[in-house]
């Protein structure tokens, strides 16, 4: 994949970004009206997809955060991250306001199920499909348009917006959050909640990515979020 040259990246990029945006709300419309999940299959052709796009856009492994240069600062920057997720997640399991959060009857299960959920769900089902979508093709192209600060805004709402779906299904299975919502008002409050948050997610993600240069960061990071809280989960219950 050569890299968007200075004379066309409008175009290029715009292309790129357009064609991400198109596949990904096809991708959770069919998951919003019960169409099979996350499962390897789909994932696998969503990460096909993503790749041809970004080969038939002209997208460079730079463009997309995966240029070998940066890894190792991707690295870096990403166990700074996971450092601080597992230090406020171990915060929140022993204070008793917080620790309600964590019971996530996701968490029921056993040690090996909990090691598939984190090396297949969070990792290769989530994590790296995600980031590749939002902070290496939408935020990659974003950056050639529009620059930083607004390629970040664009991305992490989109982002936001991506975790729609998800949220309604999750409160069937958190008692925290499902008590929550309840007591705020409802659904649309639970959601509107949970966009906001992961566009601010979304922010922090696009900074690392800034930072390192590398999508092994927010990857990382990640990973980091959603693992790690299951984990803790794990063991709070256990």
């Given at each position: ?59 460079s492994l730079a463009d997309l955060g995966l240029d070998r240069k940066d890894a ?167």
């Open positions: 994949m050569t890299a968007w040259v200075d004379e066309v990246p409008t175009w290029a990029a715009g292309r790129c970004f357009v064609l991400t945006v198109g596949l990904l709300a096809a991708f959770n419309i069919a998951r919003a009206v019960g169409l099979p999940g996350p499962s390897a299959e789909w994932v696998g052709v969503l990460i096909a997809t993503l790749v041809l796009i970004a080969w038939r856009t002209g997208a190792g600062a991707g690295v870096l920057y990403g166990a700074g991250a996971f450092g601080l997720v597992l230090l406020v997640l171990l915060v929140a399991a022993v204070i008793p306001a917080t620790n309600g959060f964590l019971h996530d009857s996701r968490a029921q299960i056993s040690g090996g199920r909990l090691l598939y959920e984190l090396g297949v769900e969070v990792v290769l089902l989530t994590a790296i499909p995600e980031e590749l979508a939002f902070r290496g093709m939408l935020f990659g192209s974003g950056l050639r348009l529009w620059g930083p600060w607004r390629a970040s805004l664009i991305s992490s709402a989109l982002f936001g917006l991506w975790h729609i779906a998800p949220t309604l299904e999750t409160r069937l299975h958190n008692q925290g959050v499902g008590s929550l919502a309840v007591s705020a008002g409802g659904r649309v409050v639970e959601v509107l909640g949970t966009v906001a948050v992961t566009f601010i997610a979304g922010l922090l993600l696009c900074w690392l990515r800034l930072r390192s240069k590398s999508l092994i960061a927010p990857v990382i990071a990640h990973i980091s979020t959603n693992g790690l809280a299951l984990t803790v989960a794990w063991f709070v219950l256990h």
